[in-house]
């Protein structure tokens, strides 16, 4: 069956330092993936989305890569401050527009 | 642009009550998204849209849902009768598709549906 699964569900990290996230999946062909951050009480903002034949894309302190032979996606913020803190998650999409996200890693930077 | 409009933010409603939630999308966005939200299953889709014509209903979860989509800037998500596992936050989304390839998704702030 299909299933994302993201790292871990909480990551905690010094201030100044790179958070990376990871997104696996499994029997999906998606052709292209999607990051977006929640915080509390609100919905999700789109990120960065990453297409199948491209290998890696940066955002300001962003950068997403994404491996299709390892099925595999990373979110990297380098710097990281306590504002950064929040749920990422990531999406995978088929080009039928559906999107399936991953249950999301909470991310918290400490000062 | 004021974003995606949901209403109500908040309802609290009793077991076996009808539950009627509202979506107004972004002027312009061909594509409707529901997803439900909870801390057991996450984001999970309910039922998408394009150009008002629902294209995938897999995620509802039971007959008691139904959504409706009347133009293009107005869609309903019913839940009739509710039961208390159907307490979550509700999102919709919307987004351009052309093709083949969708736009990034835009969610609005949820409805966080409690049912006693």
Redesign the interface.
């Known amino acids: 069956s299909q299933k994302i699964e993201q790292n871990s569900e909480a990551l905690n990290i010094q201030e100044g330092k790179t958070a990376t996230l990871t997104c696996n999946y499994t029997n999906y062909s998606p052709?292209?993936l999607?990051w977006y951050r929640q915080d509390p009480?609100?919905?999700?903002?789109?990120l960065l989305?990453i297409r199948e034949n491209e290998k890696e894309k940066r955002k300001e302190r962003l950068k997403v890569t994404f491996d299709t032979t390892l099925k595999q996606s990373l979110f990297h913020i380098t710097a990281s401050q306590p504002a950064d803190s929040a749920t990422y998650?990531c999406a995978l999409?088929t080009?039928?527009?559906?999107?399936?996200?991953?249950?999301?890693t909470t991310l918290t930077v400490k000062p | 642009d004021a974003g995606v409009i949901q209403s109500p933010r908040h309802e609290v409603t009793e077991m076996g009550q009808e539950v009627t939630l509202r979506c107004k999308p972004i002027s312009g966005h061909n594509s409707l998204f529901w997803y439900r939200q909870t801390m057991m299953r996450g984001l999970e889709l309910l039922i998408y849209f394009n150009n008002n014509v629902p294209i995938d209903d897999s995620g509802m979860p039971e007959d008691r849902f139904s959504a409706k989509m009347p133009n293009a800037s107005f869609s309903t998500l019913k839940i009739q009768p509710s039961e208390p596992r159907d307490s979550a936050v509700y999102f919709c989304a919307s987004s351009s598709y052309s093709g083949g390839m969708t736009d990034t998704q835009y969610f609005g702030p949820g409805t966080r549906l409690t049912v006693l």
């Open positions: 052709a292209y999607q009480g609100r919905g999700p903002v789109f989305l998650l999409n080009n039928a527009g559906k999107s399936t996200f991953g249950d999301g």
